[in-house]
């Protein structure tokens, strides 16, 4: 059974510009969710989309930004990169809702804004 | 809202002793706990988790943890630890009810483990 798979592994991209991370979750998960993890700020969760809709949201502003498609994989998109939003971006699936079952996560892509 | 917190940012132990890795959250509804655990380079993968029953819970690898509502703890627990449990471990909390089902994650505690 294939794992959740997290395109690209690492990103480099300039201050202003914007990103499209892409997760590709495990066959027959609805759930999607993404966490930004940083040495500074830990774990934090971005937002979680089930069957399309988002179901909950973290406090981010509002260039972060993302969507499911029908086949359950996920894109995040970040406008106007800062400098702080260099991290490590984790996507997770799930069966059902992120808070009540097992999550699995991918790898990882690693964002450096420069 | 949900928070964590993992007392101990870092937890170094001599292979085969036994460890334990401290959790207190704060909820003002019933929640869920769980730890997970990150490798070098990897992602988190799940120990164990808590949903209700047995407020004992046993997890992969050896680990176990005990939820104690009382104290808001969910401290993990393994009695003798190898070299391979070297990692970082998180503590997370989500909500029980609807709109608070999200995982709120610690900061993280960073396990040695000296041979």
């Known amino acids: 059974k294939a794992g959740v798979t997290q395109t690209p592994r690492y990103l480099i991209k300039t201050r202003g510009q914007q990103v499209t991370l892409s997760c590709s979750p495990i066959s027959g998960h609805r759930s999607v969710s993404w966490y930004q993890q940083t040495p500074g700020q830990g774990l934090q969760f971005l937002f979680e989309y089930f069957s399309e809709t988002q179901r909950n949201k973290g406090n981010f502003p509002g260039r972060f930004s993302g969507r499911q498609f029908s086949n359950s994989r996920s894109e995040m998109n970040v406008s106007t990169l800062e400098l702080g939003d260099s991290a490590l971006y984790l996507c997770?699936?799930?069966?059902?809702?992120?808070?009540?079952?097992?999550?699995?996560f991918g790898q990882g892509t690693r964002l450096t804004v420069v | 809202a949900q928070s964590v917190t993992q007392l101990d940012s870092q937890v170094p132990v001599f292979e085969e002793a036994p460890v334990e890795l401290r959790c207190n959250y704060s909820?003002?509804?019933?929640?869920?706990l769980f730890w997970y655990v990150q490798y070098p380079n990897q992602g988190l993968q799940l120990l164990l988790k808590y949903l209700s029953g047995s407020t004992l819970v046993k997890g992969i690898n050896g680990f176990e943890a005990e939820f104690n509502k009382s104290q808001t703890s969910f401290h993990l627990r393994k009695p003798s630890v190898h070299i391979s449990d070297t990692a970082e471990y998180f503590c997370?909390?989500?909500?029980?009810?609807?709109?608070?089902?999200?995982?709120?994650f610690g900061t993280g505690t960073r396990l040695t483990i000296i041979p």
């Open positions: 997770a699936s799930s069966l059902g809702v992120v808070g009540n079952t097992e999550a699995f």
């Open positions: 997370a909390v989500s909500g029980s009810n609807f709109g608070n089902e999200k995982l709120t």
């Open positions: 909820s003002s509804v019933s929640v869920y």
